[in-house]
């Protein structure tokens, strides 16, 4: 992908379930120019291992993955087999992957970024790649829990929990001629798919990841069951996706925001009173989540 290709997106995820629907509408769509990973899910290098793996089987193989940051910017990771599976695909195990990337993480950056993981690569870009950090012009991130309760602990989303001091120097440093929006918990909780919903999307896909679609599935359907919420599963980072690539009418505000690094890690509270330079981001507040998941399934049914 060339730098300055405007039309192709970065994809920075953690496959991850969730992740996975987002790399398949990416690629679809034709607009991922690379992806890289983050621990978060799982570790950084089985995200990595899964994005290849989702990539190859949907005809992605020419999309250039590397692995990012090991580990969050002032603490060890923790990841949630619990949410994702053994290996972050549900009940599927990719396998030993063998490939290598030909570039390092940074190398693939360029000036369109969504991030579905943590901000831990971003944070780190930022420090090593100033000027080039100044120059983005469109992050769309998924993450927070704004006015709404978490889903890790009672105020914080997962995203932001796993790497709280990235994701705070990110909201208190954003590239300044950057469109920045968040899509915090209260909006993608209410995007799912369940058994009836994917049965159409894995017989469009077909091949292997069509057949397997249902067991990676599987695992989430029973997360989400064990939790209350029903036999479903919240797909926030395609929704993510869908509001990055403007697929979707949706409405935003406008917020400067911080996260705790402390007892209530992971929390997100709005700035009122902001510092010079403490810039807001468009923080999603709404969107139609019919049009959202007619959009994908016209993105990946075949013609
Ligand atoms: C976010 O956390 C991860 O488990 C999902 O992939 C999503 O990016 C939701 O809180
Ligand atoms: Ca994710």
């Known amino acids: 992908m060339s730098l300055h290709d405007h039309s192709l997106l970065v994809l920075d995820c953690d496959p991850g379930i969730d992740d996975a629907f987002a790399l398949i ?22 995200t990595a291992i899964n994005a290849r793996w989702v990539l190859d089987r949907v005809g992605g193989a020419s999309v250039p993955v590397a692995p ?15 949410t994702h599976g053994e290996f972050g695909l549900g009940y599927v195990d990719p396998g030993p992957e063998v490939w290598a990337s030909e570039k390092e993480w940074p190398q693939l950056w360029g000036k369109r ?37 978490g889903n890790t602990t009672d105020h914080a989303e997962w995203n932001i929990w796993v790497d709280p001091e990235a994701a705070d120097d990110v909201f208190r440093h954003l590239p300044p001629r950057a469109q920045v929006t968040l899509c915090p918990l209260g909006v993608t909780e209410g995007f799912r798919i369940d058994p009836e919903r994917l049965a159409p999307i894995a017989a469009a896909l077909g091949g292997e990841l069509g057949e397997k679609l249902p067991e990676i599935m599987r695992f989430y359907w029973e997360f989400h069951r064990d939790h209350g919420i029903g036999y479903t599963a919240q797909i926030h980072d395609l929704l993510t996706c869908l509001i990055a690539t403007d697929a979707v009418d949706y409405d935003v505000e406008k917020r400067a925001l911080t996260v705790d690094t402390g007892e209530d890690r992971g929390a997100v509270t709005t700035v009122t009173d902001p510092q010079p330079g403490h810039l807001p981001v468009r923080v999603l507040t709404g969107v139609d989540y019919e049009a959202a998941h007619a959009v994908f399934f016209q993105t990946i049914a075949p013609r």
Request: hydrophobic share 35%; no cysteine; proline share 8%.
């Open 68 to 82: 990012g940051e090991p580990k969050p910017i002032a603490r060890e990771l923790i990841t949630t087999p619990e």
């Open 113 to 149: 970024l969504i991030v579905t993981g943590p901000l831990t690569n971003v944070a780190r870009f930022r420090q090593r790649y100033p000027q080039r950090y100044a120059e983005i012009e469109e992050l769309t991130i998924m993450g927070g829990a704004i006015d709404y309760p």
């Open 25 to 46: 509408y990416m690629h679809k769509a034709g607009l991922l120019g690379a992806v890289t990973t983050t621990g978060g899910n799982v570790g950084t290098q089985q």
